[in-house]
């Protein structure tokens, strides 16, 4: 995985020039920023996308991006594209790549503006860039750091799933083996999970619902960090009640990992909210319509302490800890699924 570390990407974000247009400028722990046009407050974020099952590029590429704004409290409205492959890549490559793409844009409304497409020699896989905008009025505004002391932390999915799901496209004899056929090829139907687009919208017009994170590259514990950090608050989880799918625990045994490693799975698609203990019922109420569970794995503090609870005993949260993503996908160089373009991993 490619992601700076917080002091050397702190050190990248000073050499932005501060803008009063800017209401939240590029930080550690926000996915989104948002500025002001017209009065109007507008969510952007950009992602890229690489190294994904061919089958899922257009779906991911758009919803990475449009999640992220989502998460904000924003409606995807506009987009733009940038599509580039290896010298190799074929004008019908690119045709499938954008049908993809066109069709996830179109799913959730989202219109897009404008692009660039080309092959370049130092491309070795096909990559897309996506940047998201969306419009949004100041009260709905969510942001990591609106989380309030006592705030109850909501889980929407399983922590590592992303991981599991992406190792079963693209491993697909090992997983097999590891996981059985049967939930590999359940496993290969949840891809759409690792949008958020959708749930997040809906929390964010629920009254209570504080603050909301994609538990991205370093899955929980990067995105229990960086809202803490973002909030300036401490917090306790309890071990026992964060969700996670057998296949985890699988890969956990294969690949040695520990169990820390487990919750730093990067997870795209679980969202980490911060809500009003009285805001429960409801947020339950409002992911369930959606075929989801809210997860209660702990509770936020004015105390600085940062807690990992278990049946036999009580640690300090990681501050930080490898995530496996990539040495999961690793384990393999080559894919030759026909499924997959240019060997693409």
Request: proline share 5%; hydrophobic share 40%; charged share 25%.
């Amino acid at each position: 995985m490619g992601k700076l570390g917080i002091v050397e990407l702190q050190q990248l974000l000073n050499c932005i020039k501060k803008d009063s247009r800017v209401l939240i400028p590029p930080q550690v722990g926000f996915d989104a920023g948002v500025h002001r046009l017209s009065g109007e407050l507008v969510a952007v974020a950009t992602d890229p996308c690489i190294g994904v099952p061919m089958k899922w590029f257009g779906f991911l590429l758009v919803n990475y991006a449009a999640s992220d704004v989502a998460l904000f409290g924003a409606k995807p409205e506009f987009c733009t594209i940038t599509l580039m492959g290896p010298r190799k890549t074929t004008p019908q490559d690119f045709q499938e790549m954008m049908r993809q793409t066109s069709a996830a844009a179109n799913e959730l409304g989202v219109a897009i503006v404008r692009g660039h497409t080309a092959t370049y020699d130092g491309v070795c896989e096909p990559l897309g860039v996506c940047t998201v905008y969306g419009g949004v009025k100041p009260e709905h505004l969510v942001t990591p750091k609106n989380a309030c002391k006592d705030d109850l932390i909501v889980c929407t999915k399983p922590v590592g799933l992303e991981t599991a799901v992406n190792f079963a496209l693209t491993h697909k004899d090992l997983a097999a083996k590891i996981f059985g056929e049967e939930a590999k090829e359940k496993l290969e139907t949840l891809v759409p999970l690792q949008s958020c687009v959708k749930e997040a919208l809906e929390l964010a017009r629920t009254k209570g619902v504080h603050t909301m994170h994609d538990a991205t590259e370093g899955g929980l514990i990067s995105a229990m960090n960086e809202l803490a950090d973002a909030s300036n608050l401490g917090f306790e989880l309890d071990r026992g009640k964060i969700p996670l799918i057998k296949e985890v625990d699988q890969l956990q045994k294969f690949f040695k990992l520990s169990e820390d490693q487990k919750l730093a799975m990067s997870s795209t698609g679980t969202i980490i909210a911060a809500i009003d203990p009285s805001a429960k019922e409801e947020v339950e109420e409002v992911l369930s319509k959606l075929g989801l569970t809210a997860f209660i794995v702990g509770r936020l503090s004015k105390k600085k302490s940062r807690t990992l609870i278990s049946t036999r005993s009580k640690v300090r949260f990681p501050a930080k800890i490898e995530d496996p993503y990539a040495r999961i996908m690793a384990i393999k160089t080559q894919i030759t699924s026909p499924e997959f373009m240019h060997g693409t991993e």
